[in-house]
């Protein structure tokens, strides 16, 4: 059995990562830290895991949890784990960040988007990018894994395959994407109270997203060029999900048809990769990991629109971080993550 | 492995129904009968399905289905299992029905709440109400089961300890229900529009809802006297769950830690129910099999108050079919059904 | 004109106050007063006033705006109105609270049931309820007035007529009440988050909830005769409106008829409430001073149970504020308020 | 007092319509039509009208109707309005067409994307495209006006400052628009039942929207020059707004202020533009006439976005109608047209 622990585990995402663990046939949960909620069951604070997870929260002693667990995941706001890891902890243990702290892999940029300093700047080479449909090998080696972005996971599957074949310009790549309110995390704030998004659909930090980098590094370490993007999040009143609404500029005019076997080329292999003839939307990838892509053409503008659909917390956050730790454990990926999205 | 053919899959509660059973590990589906999308995909109806259950939809013809079929699910509107039944088809298989026909045991009543005819008179004595927490026994041996209504499963449990011990009066029983809009089922009105329930909340078929007869008679079962209820559901603004809120007069002044034993006493071994101490609220029981209660006592008035929360499509249908199918099969009443709620 | 100032403006209630108040054709608002967000302009905390009402908001100075305004609004927690209103204030200028202050005559219920001191027990007999359907002559009259709770207008609204004609068991009376997320105000708390409280239903604060004696004292006052109810609210993820699901014991089996010519005789020429033969919805009454009541009997158990939707922003707050100083300032009642609801 | 009649009043726009003509003091309503429920009455169907506009629903007969009426609006599909006006119609009043057979000026265009044959050919030329902001001399004196479609007016008034000063490239316009669900209006379709789009998000009608066309020639004759866009829609689990998120492509570097000088030279004097420097959101806009508006620049990419926000069914359908009504009848284009945004 992996002994695994979670620090950050009341937050959304490690509320969803308990579930899955919880449910893992390999993976034993011997630590649930909790800032704000130490001392308290776990289970309070999720009623859902009443019966199932009664688990007490921990404080936080990352050194102490790197001894008896062989993986962390750390689901922390950024800029905490930068100065937590470090050669000691992951002597010890796997660690698994779902936080943006060695995503990308120059500090200067990181501290210029997060405003804060980081502090692992040794580990920024180390860590390997945990996107699997573009990363498998890596992730099977390393120690450390930075987990995707949500908004970065969604873009970066609907894009890759173009940019890498070398057939859109890329610097005209439009990223317009919606997001459900969960991806606002679970901290007060008067943005996210019900009543102040419930019927209404709003854009935010216009240009200035922090995933904008993240989704440019990682496109150009799979095609090998500079790319630029243009990329808008948005607020939708609905819990989970995110829909990104891509539109690329080919450097011919294809057929849509020759369009769709490269992305049949990259993905067909890909456990969570459905490739749909008709719109992809957020409901059917509900709990789940998968990342639903449909691929269309305007006749007339020649442009190509690409539409990718997931649930953030599952293939945008926890559940991805579980199919990392199948990878670096050498379980099957599927491993305990084969649900059918909730519907109705 | 148990053959398993749900007829009428492509209502709401057969494609739960369709969930549950593609990872039941017993259990094999060998037919999915839709009248009015036979002939495509059950994946392109519900695309949560796709590379899941890619099956094609057949038209219905029970007698066939009851020939390679060891249990039937039927997922009908009320009216048409009475007349489908026979002893031909128990002689071949089991039957779980979803719908309503089987419950109440008096034609009469049945008519008069129903409107229509009823066809299978000769099966109301043998069919057993599939309440596992209060009819495991004869769950176990039964070879027609008339799974709860939805409204019913809520209040019955509520209700039930109380009315055994004989501590309530059985005519000053008042059930406030509200349901999400799931409970309306899949069919074309415009009352289920989303501009028409969205940011809206009513009552509903006041003072003439076809659970009332339902939950009277099996009440009356249980604590053998006459019961007498008001009950008035609600239409509310989300898709699952249903809260029914209790109000029952005692007939002297209890301690709420008494009135809390009794429920102990009779639920402390069934796996689906939590008693809480908080409020029950619907959001902890989504996409689970369990029924939330909570007890509380108003020392101004004396009275009671229950509050129970239950997926209106898990507890309240498929999630109980399969409990019942479970049972009748001879295997843990939990197995497929030990799903943790999704929550956020 | 009336010179008007609202302190607590930028909460729920005093902005929609201020909305009310902008378009009344009598009304010149002087001072809008916020604690949290004085120095900044009003519509750039609630930017649908952009163009509108401009005006900087405020700290509060109760005495000097009590020297230019006729009228003072307070939207305010509870506790702090007793200890801001006094004789001097009331010399100066009429003051409508919306808070719950003024609302109970009794200084220890007060105290019970709010656990805070209350500052101005000589005024509790002056201030009269603010309910304009049954205490009209007396809010003519007034120099203060105590505008009624959101629960409270929905409930007595309701139940009054019968219990005033002395046809109902006055400690039988059952009240399920539900309110969008709106009535929980903009404070910051985890439970008004958009992901707590969408998608499911709970019932709060049960057999405690604040407005229960005031709804007892009103009913009380208006029937001559003790009262006690069962008062439940429950918490619906919509924004706005009140449903209160009122359910009656007769003292003897009436006809409904008759019951509902009951209703006509209090309410036939009172422009704000209207009497429905169907069930009644909030959204026929949002955004709008209506208060909705439907009335059913169920003729198995000679239960009445009445329905009563209002919004609660509305009818039960700031649009009720308005009626009552459109009444203490000798105008048309409706003055301001004829909305038609909003829908879709 | 101008008479006015709705064609098609039972859609949610002919409702809001009768709500905005209500309560305008230079109006009367002789005449509402519904094919659906005439013989009912009005306040029947939409019960937030019970009191205020109780007339029973007419048959149409459109002559008879032009008789009475000095203004006739048609809240009708497609394809209808284009067999009905006539000569002899527009000698006895004045048409506003909601729907779309009048916006476009080419009979071919309509029906290869409205896949229907247009019956009104040589009304083409003469009615005039209901835009305010863009077309206010035209409307004044037109007999026949075209009310917009509710995307075109956002994307419309989003871009048309940008590309009649001729600073982009008027065939890199990317509009990605997001509607709440009455955009779909009243009819029964599967996909608009509420379980079906509440929690989730999809686009639709990608490249193919009919409202293409339109935004094209009208954003082309206000430039001058052929213009191409990518137009997609996406459905949102909302009532009611549309926001049009438009990416644009300069055709040199501008400074973000010189860019917003434009917005303010075309629209500092129009009523219902407002320009924000804040993120647009349709919260602000709903229950009302304006066009919320927000350009921001990436400085990494040279591109400019704009945001703008409406309700759809105001300045999107009914509002703009009754706009155009006001400007057709020499009044004040703000009349009746001066709400505040319902909030929260």
Redesign the interface.
């Known amino acids: 059995m992996i002994k695994a622990a979670i620090i950050g585990a009341t937050g959304?995402s490690g509320?969803v990562l308990a579930?899955i663990l919880?449910?893992h046939k390999n993976v034993e949960i011997v630590s649930l830290v909790s800032k704000s909620y130490c001392g308290q069951l776990f289970s309070d604070i999720?009623?859902?895991?009443?019966?199932?997870?009664d688990i007490e929260l921990e404080t936080e002693n990352i050194e102490e949890i790197s001894k008896k667990a062989d993986v962390i995941f750390l689901a922390l706001p950024h800029g905490i784990a930068s100065a937590k890891i470090n050669e000691d902890i992951l002597n010890n243990t796997k660690v698994i960040d779902l936080g943006a702290d060695f995503r990308l892999n120059n500090k200067e940029t990181y501290e210029k988007w997060y405003k804060t300093e980081h502090f692992g700047q040794n580990l920024l080479n180390e860590a390997v990018y945990g996107l699997p449909e573009w990363n498998f090998e890596k992730i099977k080696h390393a120690r450390l894994v930075a987990n995707p972005g949500c908004y970065a996971t969604a873009s970066i599957l609907a894009v890759a395959p173009l940019l890498k074949e070398g057939i859109i310009y890329p610097?005209e790549i439009?990223i317009?994407a919606?997001s459900?309110?969960?991806g606002a995390g679970?901290g007060?704030?008067?943005d996210?109270?019900?009543?102040?998004?419930?019927?209404?659909?709003?854009?935010?930090k216009?240009?200035s997203h922090r995933h904008t980098p993240e989704i440019e590094q990682i496109l150009g370490d799979i095609s090998k060029q500079n790319v630029?993007?243009?990329f808008?999040p948005?607020l939708?009143?609905?819990?989970?999900?995110i829909?990104a609404?891509v539109?690329l500029k080919p450097n011919k005019d294809f057929e849509l048809n020759d369009i769709k076997e490269i992305y049949k080329k990259y993905y067909k292999d890909k456990p969570f990769i459905?490739l749909?003839d008709?719109?992809?939307?957020?409901?059917?990838?509900?709990?789940?990991n998968y990342c639903d892509i449909s691929i269309?053409?305007?006749?007339?503008?020649k442009?190509i629109?690409v539409?990718s659909?997931i649930d953030n917390?599952y293939k945008g956050a926890s559940g991805q971080a579980v199919q990392n730790m199948n990878i670096m454990f050498n379980l099957n990926e599927k491993t305990a993550l084969?649900n059918?999205?909730?519907?109705?």
């Open positions: 959304y509320a579930a919880a449910h999720y009623k859902n895991f009443k019966g199932v997870l610097d439009i317009d919606k459900g309110v969960t679970r007060l704030n008067i996210t109270l019900f009543c102040e998004c419930n019927e209404t659909i709003k854009p935010y216009v240009a630029l993007i243009n808008t948005h939708i009143p609905m819990n989970r999900g829909l609404s539109y459905r749909l008709e719109e992809a939307q957020t409901r059917w990838t509900k709990g789940t269309f053409k305007d006749t007339r503008t442009r629109m539409f659909a917390l084969q059918i999205a909730i519907f109705p």
